[in-house]
């Protein structure tokens, strides 16, 4: 088993910033990717950004290319997604998730998630 803990969200200003964090611990050597999703209140969760073990790949939805960023530090089992320019419509809880397969994948193959970090942006 895996388990993912959140850290990070708050409220913050349109145009601000905030960086999430997600620390993994238990049986972390089988996690390959890891990625970020995220709940708006009312819609469905989606996939925001995923990166692969070894850092290199790393995949972006399009509404948040080129002002997220997602990176991993393997030596402390901790992903990270720092979000620039923040939108009201960036708005919601933001779930760490991980993945034991190859590739990124979709929502539903992500085994192991975390229990959510909420943001507001407020306008």
């Known amino acids: 088993q895996v388990q993912l803990v959140e850290s990070g969200g708050g409220l913050v200003q349109a145009g601000g910033s905030l960086t999430l964090s997600c620390a993994a611990s238990?049986?972390?050597?089988?996690?390959?990717?890891m990625g970020w999703f995220r709940q708006a209140p009312g819609k469905e969760r989606e996939f925001v950004a995923a990166i692969s073990r070894s850092g290199y790949a790393k995949n972006y939805a399009d509404s948040v290319k080129g002002r997220f960023t997602i990176s991993r530090d393997n030596a402390k089992n901790t992903v990270y997604l720092q979000m620039d320019t923040l939108k009201f419509e960036d708005t919601a809880v933001y779930y760490c998730a991980a993945k034991s397969g190859p590739g990124i994948g979709i929502q539903d193959e992500y085994d192991y998630w975390g229990q959510g970090t909420q943001v507001t942006v407020s306008s």
């Open positions: 238990g049986r972390t050597f089988s996690i390959v990717y």
